[in-house]
Nanobody, 118 residues
């Protein structure tokens, strides 16, 4: 069994910063791409950014220059530093990872809520 557990969400004022973490655990052989998605109330889930095992990153245009994704392969953990947060960033942030156990699967965490409000 594989689990992804996000942490680091909370309430922050506009212009503030938060750092999200997502730790994978279980019978893991290799973790390939890891990504962050978000879902705001009444909206569809959208990709925020992804990072490959080698560290290459891609971001949604809406967060470029403000969010930075990194990972620690030894800890099976992905991070997202979010700076200059805006009310429009308010959402549940979910972690996703492609993990090889006995086969390749896409796994999701349950999410962590980020609220940007004064």
């Amino acid at each position: 069994q594989v689990q992804l557990v996000e942490s680091g969400g909370g309430l922050v004022q506009p212009g503030g910063s938060l750092r999200l973490s997502c730790a994978a655990s279980g019978s893991i052989f290799v973790i390939y791409d890891m990504g962050w998605y978000r879902q705001a109330p009444g909206k569809e889930r959208e990709l925020v950014g992804i990072i490959t095992r080698g560290g290459s990153t891609n971001y949604a245009d809406s967060v470029k220059g403000r969010f930075t994704i990194s990972r620690d392969n030894a800890k099976n953990t992905v991070y997202m530093q979010m700076n200059s947060l805006e009310p429009e960033d308010t959402a549940v942030y979910l972690c996703n990872a492609y993990i090889w156990t006995a086969t390749m699967h896409s796994y999701w965490g349950k999410g962590t809520l980020v609220t940007v409000s004064s």
